[in-house]
Structure formats: structure tokens, C-alpha cells
């Protein structure tokens, strides 16, 4: 009898070419997606060694991180130096014959969105990005992770990577969700849970009947967080919903090499009696929407829950936050309100926030801003008249990219006269000064920005969605 296998394990297998010394493989790499901050530089290297990519078909580009957001954008931003950053890419992606999801392309976007969007990652694969949030692609069954320039480098020169084999991990959400709680709660649940490193050196599955009820563009906000847990990378096996969220879209096999490769994609999954590293049962039966009240994402709790009084854990937290012990999170009054990022900018998200602001408008001296996760998210959205629910609401509707995921010395959320200083944001780190200079930031759900952004304090979405 074959021994049995965990799904990381039969991928990780699949790509291993060659075992190095002191427990290290030479890993395959199937696709490589380089994104405006980082592509110049993987490039300009690969140029200056004299090398060439060893299959320019499988490496992509995006313009994302630096590139401007507002209306009637072009090659000028806000980020210092971008401009020569936008046009240095440009040129090398052209050089190096690679795909380039440019300005103005309906393919462009943030590149853990559009690689799915575009069928370049799939279930089973091995893809890597200069971005720690790489781990998003993993909502379609594949075994992504972050990389630096110098790995860039030679992933592109030579499609393999030298790895340790990571730990692994199974993290099973049992149970249901309730109406208004998200794929983001259950992730801001596990790490307030276990920590900001309980998954450290773990590649993890999500399992569980919670997430088979998730579809996959949930499945992704889920598996972006894994970084947030420390983890190295996460997954959720593909099963019929991703195989049909994926079929037919621009890079995915067609024909009979899809079914094919479906069949393949079947025997990815865990054996039942597979060892881990490590095993987690959450239940999510009864989970509430969580809002993080600290600087990393594991300081976070239930909305109707208050700040720990913890002093000796949680005292610079609520030092840099302006919060004080016990003071219920509901009420905290906001500055500015932010839906976008590679965690919860899909489409998925703006429906749920929408639901939340159809008919209503944001309080008085709030900033709100929703930037959609690519362009094709953008044109989607505005099919559906969800642009028009925003702005009606009071919300800016920007161009698809990075945004105010990060602060990189460009755009803020200060007002005229005003500048913001609290703001509740969907993204993923509420690190001190992620999101600008003294910016003191809570994460949540597309649906807890929208009804904090309506009330101009942290606030349950789920009465308004009742």
C-alpha cells in the first residue's frame, strides 16, 4: 500500500526535480507573475547577468503596487520615483517577450487577483510572486508562496526554486456560517485565536464544511491570511467549485486537455488517513463579524466584544491605537473607511458591501473609498450598477490596483482640512503606519467598512443586512 499523503505533500512531490543537500529539493515552478515594484528589478538583473527566462510563456506582469487609482490615471502617481518604476517595467516586460497586464489592459489588476481571474494559477500548480500575499492563490487548489527579487531572478532564469519541505498543517472550520460573517471573520478569528504565528513554517489546508460552503473568491480572502497566521503558504483543495468558477477562463486548459487535467486535479486531495504536522478544529458555529483593535491581525475579537485588559500583552497596541481597556469596540468613532486589496476586493466583496449601502449614505466627515481588485472586477461591478450603490452612498470608485492596501509616500485618506487618523479597512495588516504616518487601522469585512462607514463608528453590519 502507497503510504498516505497529505495534499501538500502530493504537490510538492510532483514538483520536486531533484533532492539537494541538507533536506532541500529543487523545486519546478510553473508560472511566475511579476508586479510593478518588483518586476523592474528581477528584469534588470536577469539583463545585467547577460541571461535570458528560460520560458517567457510562463511569466506574466501586472502593474498594481505603484500605479495611481483615481479617475483618467496614467504613468504618474503618487508613489516617488513611480513613473520611471511604470516605464522601466514596461520596457523590460517587452524586452523579455512576457505577457503584461499594462495601463488601460481589461486584464490588468492586483496580481493575486488577475492570476486567478485569468486561469494562470490552477489547481496543483507551483507559482511564486515577489509578494508575501501570494498564499491568496491557494483558494484554487494550488501551492503558492511569496518570493524576494534574488529568488525572482532565478525563477525566471531557470522555473525551479531550492526549497525546504515545509511542515504541514490542516486547520478545519466545522459548522455554518451565520448570515453577514465572512471568509475575512474566520480568518481574523483563527489568528486572534492562535496567535499572529501560530502557523509558522506550515504550509496549511482549510477544510471543513464552512469552507466547502465558501466559494472561491472567499476561499482566496481565506487563504490570503494564512501569511497573517505566519504560516508560509495555505490552500483549499479544488472540488467542483473551483473546477467551475475556473473553466474556460483565458489561460486554463480547454477541450480534453481540460477534462484531462480535471481528473488529475481529483487526486489532489488529502488521503483520509493522511498524517500533519499539526491539526486545528475551529467552530464557526456562533462566530460573530470580528474588527481587529491592535497593530497585527491577531489583536482582533467579536464586534460586540471589548478591548482586553490585558495591559502587559496588549499596552503599546492600545498606546498606538488611542484605546483604552475594556472600551467596547462597537462605537469607536472612525476617520476614513477603505474597501480594496488582494484580501477583499473581488466581486463577491462589493455585492456584499453594496447590500449593506444600497440606500443609504456615509456619516458626515467620513472618507470612504472602495478601489476594485482588477479592471475586469471594476467592469463587472459596473454591469451590475454596483459603481452607482457606491456613490451614492458617498463612497469615491477608483481604478483597479494596490491602493491604500500600503502607504508608500503617495496616496492618503486625508481629507480637505481633515486628516484622518482611525480608519476600518479591509485588507490584511494594521501594522503601525501600514496605511500612512500615525494611521490607526482596524481590519474587517467588506460588510463591517460599509456599515462603519454609514454609522462613522465600528459598527455590525448585521442588522442591516437582516
Known sequence: MPEARNIIQKIWDQH???????????????RVMLHDRAG????????????????????????DHIIDTHPGRGDDTLFKGGRAFIQSFRSGARAAGIALFDIGDPRQG????????????????VMVCCDSHTCTLGGVGALVWGIGTTEGEHAVATQTLVRTKPRTMRVE?????????????????????YGANGGAGHAIEFC???????????????????????????????????FDWLQGRAYAPRGDQWNTAVAHWRGLASDPDAAWDRSLVIDCTGMAPQVSW??????????????????????PALKYMDLRPGQPLAGVPIDAAFIGSCTNSRLSDLRMAAAVLKGRKVAQGVKAIVVPGSTAVKQAAEAEGLDRIFLAAGFEWRESGCSLCFYAGG?????????????????????????????????????TVAASALAGCIADPRPLLA
Open 16 to 30: 520536486v526535480i531533484a533532492q539537494m543537500d541538507e533536506g532541500q529539493s529543487l523545486i519546478q515552478v510553473d
Open 40 to 63: 523592474p528589478a528581477v528584469l534588470g538583473a536577469l539583463r545585467e547577468s547577460g541571461r535570458a527566462l528560460a520560458q517567457p510563456a510562463m511569466v506574466f506582469g501586472t502593474m
Open 110 to 125: 492586483i496580481s493575486h487577483i488577475v492570476s486567478a481571474e485569468q486561469g494562470i494559477v490552477l489547481p496543483g500548480s
Open 208 to 242: 471543513g464544511d464552512a469552507v466547502r460552503g465558501l466559494d472561491v473568491e472567499a476561499r482566496s480572502t481565506l487563504c490570503n491570511m494564512a501569511v497573517e497566521f505566519g504560516a508560509w503558504t495555505g490552500l483549499v483543495a479544488a472540488d467542483d467549485t473551483t
Open 173 to 193: 472550520f466545522s459548522g455554518r456560517l451565520a448570515p453577514g460573517v465572512s471568509a475575512k471573520d474566520m480568518a481574523l478569528a483563527m489568528i486572534s485565536l
Open 411 to 447: 496616496d492618503s485618506f486625508d481629507s480637505p482640512g481633515r486628516q484622518a487618523r482611525r480608519v476600518i479597512s479591509s485588507t490584511n495588516r494594521n501594522f503601525e503606519g501600514r496605511q500612512g504616518p500615525g494611521v490607526r487601522t482596524h481590519l474587517a469585512s467588506p460588510a
Open 294 to 315: 491592535g497593530t497585527n491581525p491577531g489583536q482582533a475579537a467579536g464586534i460586540a466584544d471589548r478591548v482586553p485588559a490585558d495591559l502587559a500583552v496588549s499596552e
